[in-house]
């Protein structure tokens, strides 16, 4: 039984280990993407919005910048709209996604 326990122990240690180890661990990772607003979209908004910006669960934002200004994009990024989570990028990241997003038309 001891054993069985220690078996599981380490594998969810190894588990844990694997996925990070919270805000000082993601710090390197967050300017991964940094100046490169296709890239930051990517990893942070296609999974809802697509990859072509086509939409998915999130709308569509092909044409996005026909319809909101960079301030209004940016806002919405910091603020969240709907199902939209707030903050999934922010400062930099944000306005540099936002200004890509702004010149879909």
Do not use: Y
Not at 43 to 51: F, L, M, N
Not at 75 to 81: L, N, Q, R, S
Request: hydrophobic share 35%; net charge negative.
């Amino acid at each position: 039984m001891k054993k069985k326990l220690m078996m599981i122990f380490m594998g969810a240690s190894l588990v844990l280990a694997a996925c990070g180890g919270g805000e000082e661990a993601n710090e390197g990772s967050e300017s991964a993407g940094a100046g490169d607003p296709q890239k930051m979209f990517t990893q942070k908004c296609s999974s809802c919005h697509g990859d072509n910006l086509q939409g998915g669960v999130g709308p569509s934002l092909e044409k996005i910048g026909s319809q909101l200004s960079q301030e209004e994009i940016e806002k919405t990024i910091a603020e969240g709209k709907g199902a939209m989570p707030p903050r999934l990028l922010e400062g930099e990241d944000a306005a540099a996604v936002a200004e890509w997003l702004a010149a879909k038309k």
